[in-house]
């Protein structure tokens, strides 16, 4: 990991946390159960899903650090993360979650928020200290095509930022 790749993982991942948590810690009972209709998911449920999420995109980072590198890296383009960026956090296009990240919407506040705490802690603690050339590995994504491991690895934050949103417009209709 380079140090330009650590830093900005680092800020994505502090500037969502701080957004995440901003954003559901005060909310009431009600405002964390509202589903403004049956399609659409509850402050709950996109909560989990958050944290269902991140611990699956750090499982993919684990697992292309397991395999044998690339003999070539993929490069990490301004244009790639501006993309990234734009189409993530920005909430352009929708893709259905996959079943294995799809909320329950039954845990509580207090459980979503230990959940992503800890994953977060653990996430800060691999990019504190991870060595390994991130381009050196990738894999494709259904949407995006080919990214590397540090496109995977800030996939987590840009998604977090994505679904803060779509909390938002849950709560504008609460």
């Known amino acids: 990991m380079t140090p330009d790749q650590r830093q900005t993982a680092l800020t994505l991942l502090n500037a969502s946390a701080s957004a995440f948590l ?5 909310l009431t009972p009600a405002q964390w159960t509202h589903q403004p209709n049956p399609e659409q998911w509850s402050v709950a449920q996109v909560a989990e899903h958050v944290v269902l999420a991140e611990a699956a995109l750090f499982r993919k980072v684990q697992a292309l650090l397991a395999a044998p590198p690339n003999s070539e890296p993929l490069e990490s383009t301004p244009a790639t993360l501006a993309e990234l960026n734009q189409v ?3 909430r352009q296009g929708r893709v259905p979650a996959p079943p294995t990240i799809l909320p329950s919407g039954t845990w509580p506040q207090t459980e979503v928020t230990e959940r992503f705490l800890a994953h977060r802690q653990h996430l800060l603690a691999f990019i504190e ?3 390994q050339p991130l381009d050196h ?3 494709n994504n259904a949407f995006f095509g080919p990214l590397s491991a540090f496109h995977w690895l800030i996939y987590a934050p840009l998604h977090t930022q994505r679904h803060i949103l779509q909390i938002n417009e849950i709560l504008a209709h609460a």
């Open 129 to 131: 200290t991870n060595q």
């Open 88 to 90: 993530l956090a920005g």
């Open 137 to 139: 590995y990738s894999a």
């Open 22 to 26: 901003d954003t559901i810690t005060p």
